[in-house]
């Protein structure tokens, strides 16, 4: 799977957007862009994915740049039970296992 | 959505000892599962990938003698930590794919004295 890069902490402010950044420069054609957060001391929940389209659920949106070697992930209003680290991963099939970078601890004041 | 479980939530066993922990998808069949361990501060590192009926995929650097899979049943998957040593402690999740997504279990925390 192609890596991503992601930074490794951010701020923000309580009841504010958050946008976190991802670069996926070696994405491929197939590449789904998915993203997953991990809150303390439990396993991983599923956030949000897409290819090539921007997308919104009831947890996120995300935005995906037009030759997809980037994306963001858009929280419109952080919550202090929005603190977690969020994973961007790249995979082919949702049903494969994940590959785990390093995530952004996302940190939120209030 | 679909739940996966994992039993115990936390455990702890001493040197030399063997622990079982399990993962269950609670509402949907899951052929193959996933295992992965965490140290503190790092990333889920993928251990091994459990398949329904045949012999479970190990990662580079896992040792199958040591973490024994057992896919039994559609729902269900077992990693037993054999001869558990302290450098054995850490969390370990499973994860199982449904529709678009995968779920996680909420994690085993396995402490060895």
């Known amino acids: 799977d192609a890596k991503t890069t992601q930074p490794n902490s951010m701020e923000s402010n309580e009841e504010e957007p958050v946008h976190l950044p991802c670069n996926h420069s070696?994405?491929?054609?197939?590449?789904?862009i998915h993203w997953y957060r991990q809150l303390p001391s439990q396993g991983p929940e599923y956030v949000i994915h897409g290819l090539t389209s921007n997308v919104n659920n009831r947890m996120a949106s995300l935005a995906i740049a037009e030759d997809r070697k980037s994306s963001t992930l858009i929280l419109h209003r952080a919550t202090l039970r929005d603190a977690a680290v969020y994973y961007c991963i790249l995979s082919q099939n949702a049903g494969n296992m994940l590959t785990f970078g390093g995530g952004t601890r996302l940190m939120v004041k209030p | 959505g679909a739940v996966v479980s994992q039993h115990p939530s936390w455990v702890i066993c001493k040197s030399g000892t063997s622990v079982k922990i399990e993962c269950r998808s609670l509402?949907?069949?899951?052929?193959?599962m996933f295992w992965y361990r965490q140290f503190p501060k790092q990333s889920l590192m993928l251990m091994a990938t459990?398949?329904?009926?045949?012999?479970?995929?190990?990662e580079q650097g896992v040792e199958k003698d040591k973490f024994l899979i057992n896919h039994a049943s559609l729902t269900l998957s077992t990693l037993t930590v054999t001869s558990a040593h302290p450098e054995d402690s850490s969390f370990y999740i499973c994860s199982a794919g449904h529709s678009y997504e995968q779920y996680f279990g909420p994690g085993t925390r396995l402490t060895v004295t």
């Open positions: 509402d949907f069949q899951a052929t193959t």
């Open positions: 459990s398949n329904e009926g045949s012999k479970a995929t190990y």
């Open positions: 070696t994405i491929s054609g197939t590449d789904y």
